[in-house]
């Protein structure tokens, strides 16, 4: 009887503390913003019950729309750049050359550096006596420097910029994975066959990544809605002039910090902020199963 119950109950003992971790910060802070999105909670205060009250702040605050039309923004921009490129970085390092390993490690890089530090160094770089616009301005391409990090939508393109440059790396290695999956055999008949590169590309290299693509597309999509540093650091906490290049966790941000914080309307743009991300992973799924 002793071992019947040491055998049913020590997987739960193994499992018991990621369990608990599990609950304590991922299954109980996500309840507990649905409870507090209906609520006029505060920082020092439990606050009470106010119905709809937060969602109809959200449907008529201007500070909102703007934020959601920058993270579709930034989303429909790095969706198709960072769902190709870092394929097609993939079937480059992957062939079999010398000092190759030495280029992987050189575009894996970016990923492994802080978001913060990285951001700093664009900043650094992007400003109006920063590398670029000097560079560009002793080649006289331009006469005055241009307002990387102070005009909206170069501020927005600069963050992209970032976000593309630092993200390759890591889903290149995950397009590594899934290449070494496609068979060696069907690109070797297609060449006798008479296919070129690019048509191996497309009839065989893509279609054997399909479902390590539709991966990458999901993970781009939610980071992308997602993005927090990279706007915040290059408009030094202010989302831009006038905060028109804010996303939508900057905007939480704002909503809930300091003692006087709007903690039930931050929690109502959360909830907000979870199903505009769930739309995109649905369509993806959806578009991946047609192409199936």
């Not at 490690?105 to 992007?126: G, K, N, Q």
Request: net charge positive; with cysteine; charged share 10%.
């Amino acid at each position: 009887m002793i071992r019947t119950f040491q055998g049913r109950f020590t997987p739960w003992l193994f499992a018991a503390p990621g369990l608990v971790w599990l609950v304590v910060f991922n299954l109980w802070p996500a309840f507990n913003t649905v409870v507090l999105a209906f609520t006029n909670a505060k920082p020092l205060g439990g606050g009470h019950f106010t119905g709809l009250a937060n969602l109809g702040r959200a449907l008529n605050d201007d500070q909102l729309a703007t934020a959601l039309l920058n993270s579709v923004i930034y989303m429909l921009v790095c969706l198709p750049v960072l769902t190709i490129l870092p394929l097609l970085l993939a079937v480059l390092v992957e062939k079999k050359l010398p000092g190759i390993t030495f280029f992987r490690t050189t575009f894996y890089t970016p990923v492994v550096a802080s978001a913060v530090v990285v951001a700093l160094i664009w900043e650094w770089l992007l400003e109006d006596r920063g590398l670029v616009n000097g560079f560009a301005q002793w080649l006289g391409v331009i006469a005055e420097p241009l307002p990387f990090l102070t005009d909206r939508w170069l501020l927005l393109l600069s963050a992209i910029s970032l976000t593309i440059w630092k993200g390759m790396g890591y889903y290149m290695v995950i397009y590594l994975s899934a290449l070494g999956n496609v068979r060696r055999e069907l690109h070797e008949a297609a060449a006798v066959d008479g296919a070129g590169a690019v048509r191996r590309f497309r009839s065989i290299t893509v279609p054997g990544v399909r479902n390590t693509m539709l991966l990458v597309s999901v993970l781009i999509s939610v980071s992308a809605l997602r993005v927090f540093s990279e706007l915040y650091v290059l408009s030094n906490g202010t989302g831009g002039p006038g905060g028109q290049d804010m996303s939508v966790v900057m905007l939480i941000q704002m909503y809930s910090r300091g003692f006087t914080g709007h903690l039930g309307y931050a929690s109502m743009l959360s909830l907000v902020l979870f199903v505009v991300t769930v739309g995109p992973m649905l369509v993806l799924l959806r578009l991946n199963r047609k192409g199936a």
